[in-house]
């Protein structure tokens, strides 16, 4: 608990949040669902603002073209299907990624190989790296030593956590296999159970604490 409380205030002296912690959903086109699992990031900024106190404001819904792009530089995607994006479209990802920015990409089943092929036009140069279980952002907070928790089994793959550095630094974060959407979704809507809803939450807080902190 002290080492929990230690991280919160670490958090608020180094960032000086007093403005309010949030999420930016990126819209794309291609035909996939940028929109899916719409009470997911609600229900993780509830957690997150319950168990630390972190002040928190509603999500932000935006495509990258857009003037609100640049309000907020703590970025999720996610979906089943296609994800394009254009020219300038890569070129202004690519910059803020490069220049403070978090990306975090979370695939709802479909959308691996779209994705991976337009990141890869945003950083050529970069390749995925897979994080080890003993990694930070498995302990920053809340301890998964297994890594990512599974929330749906989909092709029975191992989840796997993917982030493309620069000078060592985490500026994207693939959840891949793991569905963590899904387990921040209402326990309902996927029949989740409770354990792993829990568990999904605890590990989106991770993400988000890691993020703060480094």
Do not use: C
Not at 17 to 43: A, E, H, M, Q, V
Not at 87 to 115: I, K, P, T
Not at 137 to 149: A, E, H, R
Not at 153 to 172: M, S
């Amino acid at each position: 608990m002290k080492i929990k409380l230690l991280i919160i205030i670490t958090i608020i002296l180094n960032h000086a949040i007093t403005d309010s912690f949030t999420i930016t959903r990126l819209k794309y086109s291609g035909g996939g669902d940028w929109y899916s699992d719409s009470s997911s990031i609600p229900n993780l900024l509830e957690f997150l603002t319950a168990e630390t106190k972190i002040k928190v404001k509603p999500e932000i819904k935006t495509s990258i073209e857009s003037s609100e792009f640049y309000d907020n530089p703590y970025y999720y995607i996610t979906g089943h299907g296609k994800i394009k994006f254009n020219d300038n479209e890569v070129s202004l990802l690519r910059e803020a990624l490069l220049n403070g920015a978090f990306l975090h990409a979370d695939d709802n089943y479909g959308m691996d190989q779209y994705f991976r092929e337009e990141m890869k036009k945003v950083f050529p140069e970069k390749d995925w790296v897979e994080l080890p279980h003993d990694h930070e952002i498995f302990n920053i907070f809340y301890k998964f030593p297994n890594g990512l928790p599974k929330i749906h089994e989909h092709d029975g793959k191992p989840p796997k956590a993917l982030a493309l550095f620069d000078d060592e630094k985490i500026i994207a974060l693939y959840t891949y296999e793991t569905d963590l959407g899904d387990g921040w979704e209402n326990p309902s809507v996927h029949n989740v159970p409770i354990n792993s809803h829990i568990k999904a939450l605890k590990m989106g807080t991770n993400i988000i604490i890691y993020y703060l902190t480094n």
